[in-house]
């Protein structure tokens, strides 16, 4: 059982930067891939980025590519994601999710487990 919780959301203006984070609990942490996902309202969840289980392999949706950033420490059995020139098409809740397989994956639904969201908002 993996519990996660993700913080460091807030309020930015467009060009601006945030860094999300994400907290696991457990002792395998390092064994999961992980992933960001992002929810906007009246919209289906989407895949943001992934990061191995080494931190070694990453992989970025198309509308991020070059301004975020996915990384992980499992020292500290935790996640990030630095966001920088910020747009307000990036606002949305944004997820963490643990995938078990320790594969990189971009689906929603293939991942075990799942933060409650925190919100990022971005204004123009």
């Known amino acids: 059982q993996v519990q996660l919780v993700e913080s460091g959301g807030g309020l930015v203006q467009a060009g601006g930067s945030l860094r999300v984070s994400c907290a696991a609990s457990?002792?395998?942490?390092?064994?999961?891939?992980m992933g960001w996902f992002r929810q906007a309202p009246g919209k289906e969840r989407e895949f943001v980025a992934a990061?191995?289980?080494?931190?070694?392999?990453?992989y970025y949706a198309d509308s991020v590519k070059g301004r975020f950033t996915i990384s992980r420490d499992n020292a500290k059995n935790t996640m990030y994601l630095q966001m920088n020139s910020l747009k307000p098409e990036d606002t949305a809740v944004y997820y963490c999710?643990?995938?078990?397989?320790?594969?990189?994956?971009?689906?929603?639904?293939?991942?075990?487990?799942w933060g409650q969201g925190t919100q990022v908002t971005v204004s123009s």
């Open positions: 990061i191995s289980p080494s931190g070694r392999n990453l």
């Open positions: 457990g002792r395998t942490f390092s064994t999961y891939s």
């Open positions: 999710a643990a995938d078990y397989s320790g594969v990189i994956r971009t689906v929603v639904v293939v991942y075990d487990y």
